[in-house]
């Protein structure tokens, strides 16, 4: 062959090349702004509500408070819970749950420190498990495909609740198991297994995730990884509540919330062997909790349930619903952010299966199950959003909020001064965490020397507003006086403090 032969080769190969190229690099585009865009949207959600002082204290002050200590080099001290629990001003976070992860959050404070930091933080980080969700969905149903599952991803009730309601370190586990499951599909598992460990550092019961994700490798085959991945989940679970746990003076036994079914985690594992029919009915009843799995499900057409991946969320769920905790039975806060992922992969898993049936069946028809699977589960979620947090988005209202009501709260939180300890209303926290001591104002008389109440909204944990007004009339009598009072909102500050 001459020159000009291997000339021309050389060139069409080059062009063939270009052509497989050009689609990779497409899609990487519109992923990568699929994953912005929804970041943006989560952003605009937390940051209005912290503006408009719709934010809280719990948990938002929490959080910020642990990541200010360690962008400071030092412990990280949370004295909003620390105080609401007894444990003073110098308690820990790691005793209260076990987050170490939120130290990676510091440099970020090295920027700006403040609760915005941790709003675009979480932003980011739900965002960020859209392109391994889009990999794993493709390689199991196509490209197009892929892109409506994320659409389903992004706009799912779970992940609303998640950006809509402050900041919590749930906002690290749909990148970390979509990581964990994508890697472990593609057949690398060391990389997968080094985003499992990191999801032990996310918090206590992280465990329980991992365990089940070993139980799905032991269900697929892969004996090595799935026994590592049950011993290790188990063994993390027990090495934090009793060993860790203590050491940094937390009580184990804060977060137990089973004493209905045991005392113990022998007497909860002895309670499901001997009584199961206790066991089923506590899983079930009342009705909200199946209403919440059903909502989970639901919306995927059940799919999940056809996949052996469902089981790492088996272990999270029955911890919610077995609990004594209402709160962890619904869908109105960020729990189901623990889960989604795994849930939304279980179903593509399940709609592949699915449709390797209907071909088998078929003789090879059917190649489009899996497409219109993901197309209806893309139309529902975005169907459902008017009824969740995504829904005050293209609401006008939502934007501007009550402008008595924060021109009366900014008021307020301007009287306290630098550097304060401060009792404040649940709702007032985040606009004062970032140069002040924020401790939760609540029923309990804590002793600091200013305080900023509210006698008009209901303010948790107080149980009505006539408690509230009560409490001021208390801190009155206590030696506190009223130095500024506008709306709903009165600042009292004791003399001599």
């Known amino acids: 062959m001459d020159t000009r032969g291997n000339v021309a080769l050389q060139e069409r190969a080059t062009t063939h090349r270009r052509t497989e190229l050009a689609p990779a690099v497409r899609h990487k585009i519109d992923v990568a702004l699929m994953a912005a865009l929804a970041a943006a949207a989560y952003a605009v959600l937390g940051l209005v509500k912290l503006r408009t002082f719709r934010a809280t204290t719990f948990d938002l002050v929490i959080f910020d408070q642990a990541v200010r200590g360690y962008a400071g080099f030092g412990p990280p001290t949370v004295p909003a819970v620390g105080v609401y ?36 933080a979480q932003s980011l980080l739900l965002a960020a498990a859209i392109p391994p969700l889009w990999l794993f969905t493709r390689a199991k149903l196509g490209t197009t495909a892929a892109y409506l599952v994320v659409v389903a991803y992004a706009s799912s009730g779970a992940v609303a609740q998640a950006a809509g309601f402050d900041f919590h ?14 890697r472990f599909e593609r057949g690398k598992a060391w990389h997968g297994a080094l985003a499992a460990a990191a999801l032990l550092l996310v918090k206590e019961d992280m465990g329980l995730l991992v365990a089940g ?11 090595r990884y799935g026994a590592g991945f049950v011993a290790g989940g ?6 934090i509540r009793y060993i860790l ?43 909200v909790k199946v209403d919440t799995m059903l909502g989970l499900a639901g919306p995927l057409a059940v799919a999940c349930l056809l996949s052996p991946l469902i089981l790492p969320a088996v272990p999270l769920i029955l911890e919610r619903m077995l609990s004594d905790r209402p709160f962890w039975w619904t869908d109105d806060y960020q729990y189901n952010a623990f889960i989604i992922v795994i849930v939304i ?30 197309a209806a589960v893309c139309g529902m979620s975005l169907a459902l959003t008017p009824q969740n947090y995504f829904g005050q988005l293209v609401e006008p209202s939502f934007y501007r909020g009550d402008q008595a009501t924060i021109e009366a709260a900014r008021a307020a939180v301007d009287v306290v001064p630098d550097g304060a300890l401060v009792e404040v209303a649940n709702r007032l926290g985040p606009a004062l965490t970032s140069r002040a001591t924020v401790l939760l104002w609540e029923p309990r008389p804590h002793g600091a020397p200013w305080v900023v109440a509210d006698t008009g909204n209901i303010s948790y944990p107080f149980g009505s507003v006539e408690d ?28 001599g403090r």
């Open 85 to 120: 629990r007894g444990l003073g001003l110098d308690a820990l976070q790691l005793a209260d749950h076990f987050s170490p992860i939120l130290a990676v959050l510091a440099p970020l404070y090295w920027l700006h420190d403040g609760p915005v930091t941790l709003i675009l």
């Open 169 to 182: 370190e749930v906002a690290f586990v749909p990148i970390l198991t979509a990581v964990t499951i994508e």
């Open 213 to 223: 994700f070993g139980c799905y490798l032991l269900a697929t085959r892969r004996w």
């Open 234 to 239: 188990v063994g993390a679970i027990a090495l």
């Open 245 to 287: 746990t203590p050491a940094v003076g937390g009580d184990p036994a804060t977060h137990w919330t089973f004493n209905h079914l045991g005392t113990s985690v022998t007497g909860l594992v002895k309670t499901m062997v001997t009584d199961p029919g206790l066991v089923l009915s506590t899983l079930i009843d009342p009705d």
């Open 345 to 374: 992969c279980a179903a593509v898993d399940g709609a592949a299966r699915f449709q390797r049936w209907v071909q088998k069946r078929n003789g090879g028809e059917g190649r489009t199950v899996g497409l219109v699977w993901a």
């Open 468 to 495: 509230q007004q009560k409490r001021v009339l208390d801190l009155k009598h206590a030696g506190y006086r009223i130095v500024h009072e506008e709306g709903s909102y009165v600042v009292l500050h004791r003399l």
